[in-house]
């Protein structure tokens, strides 16, 4: 059962994401890295810089090559995770050690891209239990639960959960359930799969974690039908329903609520050296804001994919059509179509090189939020604004805006270069973001107290960066794993780089067997401008040394590792320096029953 669930996410997952940009994380290489938790993982992605509150459980946004946070998408098992009401997508509220699998597609999803993550299934053949133990960085320590079994002939149960902790448990300290996921699953009949989720990230956690520090919560209930043997048939149709609710809190100065129910319909038509991908979505959402009244908004998607294979060359052509309908003050319906398309094409392997290249054009308008919200500048930080530091402005778009929102518009293009031999892999791949018609949605100053969103020209020429991944086994098990990305300007001079790379070692020792991993990383983060709630800062280059060790033997694996080893002093975002050495120790047990 759980390679059957594994190969249909799978498939949906491809047929979508044909081609990733950066490394493309499993499962297995997820938990030999070293993380806090999933926002430390996508901030290694090209062009993904982090906007950070800076206390546990407070949202953590992605300013994505200086773009609006909400300009990135993400989804999980074909299902959005952004909010609709803001566009915006925390990751706190998703442990890594859920999903099995995260890869980044610059030419999907929105202007700056989009990541696709698919949920890791637990084992329910045999009864199965794992729980994992990392405390370090600062003293956050997480319990990670997971147990999965069958319970019947045609039944399943998935259970995970968190314990999350701050200040290692000391007085004065911060703990609580952070999240808590089950999953029953139900064969119907020979052909079909059905699944029923839940899953609650900080809920009823009315207290933040931090005395001055915000929260953010998030239930769900998803329903899934999957048909078994996908890779027999000539459909493979699949069907997600889903229930969201989304709370953001500042104590008691600044509320958001949402509500969202939707669905996604996907199927595939598989013919000769060729698949068509078909996929429906909708949503309806109910949106309550500071001074605006609760709002309700329609969506509708249709995407179609045809992946052609003539031997020599393989083409992607991709297209959407979107509908987003927002009453306004009268009662009566704004509706906007947004459209994108593109091709994408793949060379065969020479001599183990294969060469890509691709396009899409593609419109989004801004959440229904930034044209329609208003509240104090200090009651939420506007970190998508960095030129907004006084704190006395309101945001104020429902005055100064209201009911309307100008289409941003970009035209993404990507060139890459993959060599292959064996077990080694080399990828560098190039990337282009320009906005067509040059206007963008941009916060303006519209009185000496209030600013808001407006659409006005721009001169901002195109982005431009370059991205490389590498994966090098040597002798003895060791292997050297690496991606850099480096952002250019129009003059295709260096204006930021990033690069992390390790030396891998993994061996397995005596009948046991006795298996040990380790690696020694190195990670650079160049000169670069950066903003948090704490203000604008140009931070200067930091270079990071660390060390992981783990042994497993029977189920049971010991971690210890510590990073930043010659205590550099840096800033990942301004206002939150890093001095120390950080040690972390971690346990992973596993059981069969």
């Given at each position: 059962m759980k390679r059957f669930s594994a190969l249909i996410l799978g498939i949906a997952l491809l047929t979508i994401s044909v081609h990733?940009?950066?490394?493309?994380?499993?499962?297995?290489?997820?938990?030999?890295?070293?993380?806090?938790?999933?926002?430390?993982?996508?901030?290694?992605?090209?062009?993904m810089y982090p906007v950070d509150y800076g206390t546990l459980g407070a949202p953590m946004l992605?300013?994505?090559?200086?773009?609006?946070?909400?300009?990135?998408?993400?989804?999980?098992d074909l299902i959005p995770q952004n909010r609709r009401s803001d566009g915006l997508f925390d990751p706190n509220l998703q442990p890594a050690s859920e999903l099995d699998t995260i890869r980044f597609d610059v030419l999907t999803g929105l202007g700056?891209?989009?990541?696709?993550?698919?949920?890791?299934?637990?084992?329910?053949?045999?009864?199965?239990?794992?729980?994992?133990?990392?405390?370090?960085?600062?003293?956050?320590?997480t319990i990670d639960l997971a147990h999965g079994q069958r319970v019947y002939r045609s039944m399943?149960?998935?259970?995970?959960?968190?314990?999350?902790?701050?200040?290692?448990?000391?007085?004065?300290?911060?703990?609580?359930?952070?999240?808590?996921?089950?999953?029953?699953?139900?064969?119907?009949?020979k052909r079909w799969r059905a699944g029923i989720t839940y899953a609650g990230s900080n809920v009823d956690a009315d207290v933040p974690t931090h005395p001055s520090g915000p929260y953010s919560e998030r239930e769900e209930a998803i329903f899934e039908l999957d048909e078994k043997d996908s890779l027999r048939t000539v459909l493979a149709p699949s069907v997600r329903v889903y229930v969201r609710q989304d709370r953001e809190d500042w104590g008691g100065t600044f509320r958001l609520r949402e509500g969202l129910a939707g669905w996604v319909v996907q199927a595939h038509a598989k013919l000769p050296r060729q698949q068509f991908t078909f996929r429906q979505s909708a949503s309806y959402a109910e949106i309550g804001y500071p001074k605006v009244p609760e709002l309700h908004e329609t969506t509708d998607e249709l995407?179609?994919?045809?992946?052609?294979?003539?031997g020599t060359v393989g083409a992607r052509l991709f297209g959407s059509l979107r509908s987003e309908a927002v009453p306004n003050d009268r009662e009566d319906r704004s509706r906007h179509i947004l459209s994108s398309g593109g091709a994408e094409v793949t060379t065969g392997?020479?001599?183990?090189?294969?060469?890509?290249?691709?396009?899409?054009?593609?419109?989004?308008?801004?959440?229904?939020?930034?044209?329609?919200?208003r509240y104090h500048i200090a009651d939420r930080p506007l970190l998508i604004a960095s030129q907004f530091r006084d704190t006395s402005l309101v945001y104020a778009a429902d005055v100064f805006y209201p009911g309307e929102r100008g289409v941003d518009r970009y035209l993404k293009s990507t060139l890459g270069l993959v060599w292959n031999?064996?077990?080694?892999?080399?990828?560098?791949?190039?990337?282009?973001?320009?906005r067509v018609g040059h206007f963008s949605n941009q916060f303006a100053v519209m009185s000496d107290t209030a600013l808001t969103l407006k659409y006005l020209p721009t001169d901002e020429k195109p982005l431009?960066?370059?991205?490389?991944?590498?994966?090098?086994?040597?002798?003895?098990?060791?292997?050297?794993?690496?991606?850099?990305?480096?952002?250019?300007?129009?003059?295709?001079?260096?204006a930021e780089t990033r690069a992390y790379s390790r030396l891998y070692f993994e061996r397995s020792f005596f009948t046991a067997p006795l298996t040990i991993r380790s690696h020694i990383s190195y990670e650079y983060f160049g000169p670069r401008d950066a903003y948090s709630e704490r203000g604008l800062a140009k931070l200067g280059a930091a270079q990071l040394v660390g060390f992981r060790l783990s042994a497993t033997i029977q189920g049971v694996t010991l971690i210890w590792g510590t990073e930043n080893v010659f205590k550099q002093h840096y800033q990942l975002v301004p206002g939150y320096p890093m001095m120390a050495k950080e040690e972390y120790i971690g346990i992973i047990w596993r059981l069969w029953l």
């Open positions: 990733a940009q950066g490394p493309v994380f499993t499962y297995r290489y997820l938990w030999t890295l070293d993380y806090e938790d999933l926002s430390d993982l996508l901030r290694r992605y090209p062009g992605f300013h994505p090559w200086n773009l609006h946070p909400w300009e990135l998408r993400l989804e999980r700056a891209g989009e990541f696709h993550t698919q949920t890791r299934s637990i084992v329910v053949d045999t009864p199965y239990t794992e729980v994992q133990v990392r405390e370090g960085w600062h003293g956050y320590g399943t149960l998935e259970m995970t959960g968190r314990l999350v902790w701050y200040n290692g448990l000391r007085p004065q300290t911060a703990s609580r359930f952070q999240r808590v996921r089950a999953r029953v699953g139900f064969d119907l009949r995407l179609a994919q045809d992946s052609i294979d003539v392997s020479w001599k183990g090189f294969q060469a890509s290249a691709g396009t899409q054009y593609v419109e989004e308008l801004p959440p229904i939020a930034w044209a329609r919200a031999r064996g077990n080694t892999q080399l990828e560098v791949t190039g990337l282009a973001l320009d431009y960066g370059v991205n490389l991944t590498a994966q090098v086994p040597l002798r003895y098990g060791l292997r050297i794993d690496s991606w850099s990305f480096a952002q250019l300007t129009p003059e295709l001079q260096r």
